[in-house]
């Protein structure tokens, strides 16, 4: 037996009340009240993705291959209403179809699954579960569509904005995407059922999934060669105290800060350790009989990347504070006494640019450093760093 489920539009009677049973009577009208089913809200048209676009990784290095990611969240939410006498909300209330309706896909998880070299697609982590447009009798609202990795059940839940909770430790990406828009959508009702009836030919939500950290590459060379007997290779190297936990504004009304990272306690903070792009340690790694990471003055670089939460200039954490462990053939150990303290560039650490930290070590426990910033993809500027 199907289990009906009421919705009341009637706020302003919940916060003031009546006084009286002429009142209360008056209050529970049709206009008011509607009987739904949960079992009657799905129809028959399925939620399905376009291919995804862009080059972003859940790491960050970028390869010749479609990229792949296991459980991104995905969110699809009320953004128009198309019903007279409806209101928009995403605050959490699972208790009523008012909140399901308006959070239609509510943290869902999916796949990002390589189709060839250059594209990939969006699949459901869970495809026998209800992933379709509301019904006609149930078509309140026209929605958007939202996506991000990676996926945590750590959400923040308001009228109008969702964050996502996200612990760092340098070694993912986060990456965020807002479907594109419906095409030639004159009745101004995409996405939604009535949208692909009334263009069964139309293309599906497409994503294209940006970077919202830094990255840091690193090399690292040596001033003066060292005797053959002397050699030594990088054992490890760390950014300490850093910034390790942010708010992805998943969705937002205000376009403009949608994707955006927020930063409201800086109290959050962990050591970020570099690691090969397998997430394997780059310590006491090998390329036939030597280590794979042995230093001259040809500097090589080393591990894969750290990825790190973009921040101002103006917060005094975005100075970076970076050792590097040097380990010798004997297997002793050379840690540096203070870490070296990098500058953040003037326009600070950037959302989907690329730095490279080339480091020039003195002798085992001195670094000094310079660093040039790039796009992910194109050179922009570059820094110059002097050891004092």
Not at 14 to 33: F, I, K, M, P
Not at 187 to 206: I, M
Not at 272 to 282: A, H
């Amino acid at each position: 037996m199907k289990k009906p489920l009421f919705i009341l539009g009637i706020a302003a009677f919940l916060l003031v009340g009546c006084s009286n049973e002429e009142d209360l009577a008056n209050a529970w009208t049709d206009d008011n009240t509607e009987e739904l089913f949960l079992e009657d809200l799905s129809s028959n048209s399925p939620i399905v993705f376009g291919s995804v676009s862009g080059n972003a990784t859940t790491r960050g290095s970028i390869t010749s291959e479609g990229f792949a990611a296991n459980d991104i969240g995905i969110f699809c939410l009320s953004r128009k209403v198309l019903k007279s006498g409806k209101t928009m909300s995403w605050s959490k209330n699972s208790d009523t179809i008012f909140y399901k309706l308006n959070v239609w896909q509510d943290n869902v998880s999916a796949n990002i699954v390589p189709i060839d070299s250059s594209t990939s697609r969006v699949e459901w982590a869970r495809p026998m579960e209800d992933h379709f447009y509301p019904a006609p009798t149930a078509a309140w609202y026209a929605y958007d569509f939202y996506a991000y990795y990676p996926r945590t059940d750590s959400i923040v839940y308001s009228f109008q904005s969702i964050w996502a909770m996200i612990d760092l430790d340098g070694t993912q990406d986060v990456i965020h995407a807002k479907a594109t828009a419906a095409a030639n959508d004159t009745e101004n009702v995409g996405y939604s059922y009535l949208y692909f009836r009334d263009n069964p030919s139309a293309e599906n939500p497409q994503f294209n999934f940006t970077h919202k950290l830094a990255r840091l590459n690193f090399k690292v060379k040596l001033k003066e060669d060292m005797p053959d007997s002397a050699k030594v290779h990088v054992d490890s190297l760390v950014i300490e105290d850093y910034l390790n936990r942010v708010y992805l504004v998943v969705a937002s009304t205000n376009p403009t800060s949608v994707g955006s990272i927020e930063v409201p306690d800086y109290n959050h903070k962990g050591n970020f350790i570099l690691r090969e792009k397998d997430n394997s340690s780059i310590r006491d790694k090998k390329e036939g009989s030597n280590y794979k990471y042995e230093l001259s003055t040809t500097p090589i670089s080393v591990g894969d990347c750290l990825m790190i939460p973009p921040l101002p200039k103006s917060v005094s954490m975005s100075k970076l504070k970076i050792k590097v462990f040097l380990k010798d053939k004997k297997g002793s150990i050379y840690s540096p006494t203070s870490p070296l303290t990098l500058e953040a560039p003037a326009d600070g650490w950037q959302s989907g640019k690329s730095y490279d930290i080339n480091i020039t070590l003195n002798d085992p426990i001195k670094v000094a450093s310079t660093a040039k910033s790039t796009d992910w993809e194109d050179p922009t500027t570059t820094l110059d760093l002097d050891e004092p």
